[in-house]
């Protein structure tokens, strides 16, 4: 059974560092994108970054690029989300995705084959 779970969320002041972790398990993703996305309260789930298998290409949302950095490590079947001069407006639950399934659509929830549980972000101001 294929299992992704995220942590390293928490309550944060803006400005401040908070760095998310993915560990997979039930299989290896060595040779699947993997990623992250955010969902706000009230809002649609919404794509913030993902990395290639080698972790050789990055994609970012916009709102995040210069401030987030996603890494992984394959040896630990694990992928990183590194958050830095967070804002009250990335507060929300990240989520890890993982085996991206259309690489035409990562930014599309359906397009990826699994999904973590979650872990919170709350940036106060």
């Known amino acids: 059974q294929v299992q992704l779970v995220e942590s390293g969320g928490g309550l944060v002041q803006a400005g401040g560092s908070l760095r998310l972790s993915c560990a997979a398990s039930?299989?290896?993703?060595?040779?699947?994108?993997m990623g992250w996305f955010r969902q706000a309260p009230g809002k649609e789930r919404e794509f913030v970054a993902a990395?290639?298998?080698?972790?050789?290409?990055?994609y970012y949302a916009d709102s995040v690029k210069g401030r987030f950095t996603i890494s992984r490590d394959n040896a630990k079947n694990t992928v990183y989300l590194q958050m830095n001069s967070l804002k009250p407006e990335d507060t929300a639950v990240y989520y890890c995705?993982?085996?991206?399934?259309?690489?035409?659509?990562?930014?599309?929830?359906?397009?990826?084959?699994?999904w973590g549980q979650g872990t919170q972000v709350t940036v106060s101001s």
């Open positions: 990395i290639s298998w080698s972790g050789g290409n990055t």
């Open positions: 995705a993982a085996e991206l399934l259309d690489g035409q659509r990562m930014g599309a929830r359906d397009a990826w084959a699994y």
């Open positions: 039930g299989r290896t993703f060595s040779r699947s994108a």
